[in-house]
């Protein structure tokens, strides 16, 4: 089955830093690529994604680059603001079921 | 944007009883949901599967008599924990996937904090 692996673990910046959390697929038929912000005791939020004909793709302050030939995506985050502390999740999707990394706690210092 | 709901937002209950948890997609129709179960501090556990109108997909080591999932319709499933025990607590999240065509976007619920004393 897949597997993702997230790193760091922990993410800490200075506000207005910018943030890059990476991933690593091990699944060559994964083609969708989520990424997830989850506050404390809510459920995750998406906040962009990426499909595998695409190699980078950005919203406003977030962007994500998707290397296949690498299997490897990551997520960044410009001009970071202390509400965008919480915990990001990456995820690899084939066939309709993702597989999610173990989470980046990222904490921005005001 | 789409909307998922939980119901209820958490539940406290004795050992041995059983816990029926709901998820809805507001606006939109979802053919698959999902069931998830998240320990502190630790990534999403995809629990089991379910298709409207068929029975659910449990992963592995996910007991299927013990988790009893129900997605009768395409706006609403269900997860009942039966006899649950103290080491069932967690978070459980339902995700919703719609009916659009090749979308693999999940839309996630809140959550719902089981404790069972």
């Known amino acids: 089955g897949e597997n993702v692996e997230q790193h760091p673990s922990t993410l800490s910046v200075q506000e207005g830093d910018s943030a890059v959390i990476k991933c690593t697929y091990s699944d060559s038929a994964s083609n969708y690529f989520p990424w997830y912000k989850q506050e404390l005791g809510k459920g995750p939020q998406l906040i962009i994604d990426?499909?595998?004909?695409?190699g980078e793709k950005k919203d406003q302050r977030i962007a994500v680059t998707l290397n296949k030939t690498a299997k490897h995506f990551s997520l960044h985050i410009t001009e970071t603001q202390p509400e965008d502390s919480a915990v990001y999740f990456c995820a690899a999707s084939s066939g309709g079921k993702s597989t999610f990394g173990d989470g980046t706690t990222l904490t921005v210092k005001p | 944007g789409a909307v998922v709901s939980q119901h209820p937002s958490w539940v406290i209950c004795k050992s041995g009883t059983s816990v029926k948890i709901e998820c809805r997609s507001l606006d939109f129709q979802a053919t698959t949901m999902f069931w998830y179960r998240q320990f502190p501090k630790q990534s999403l556990m995809l629990m089991a599967t379910?298709?409207?109108?068929?029975?659910?997909?449990?992963e592995q080591g996910v007991e299927k008599d013990k988790f009893l999932i129900n997605h009768a319709s395409l706006t609403l499933s269900t997860l009942t924990v039966t006899s649950a025990h103290p080491e069932d607590s967690s978070f459980y999240i339902c995700?919703?996937?719609?009916?659009?065509?090749?979308?693999?976007?999940?839309?996630f619920g809140p959550g719902t904090r089981l404790t069972v004393l």
């Open positions: 995700s919703a996937r719609g009916t659009t065509s090749g979308s693999n976007e999940q839309f």
């Open positions: 379910s298709n409207e109108g068929s029975k659910a997909t449990y």
């Open positions: 990426i499909r595998s004909n695409v």
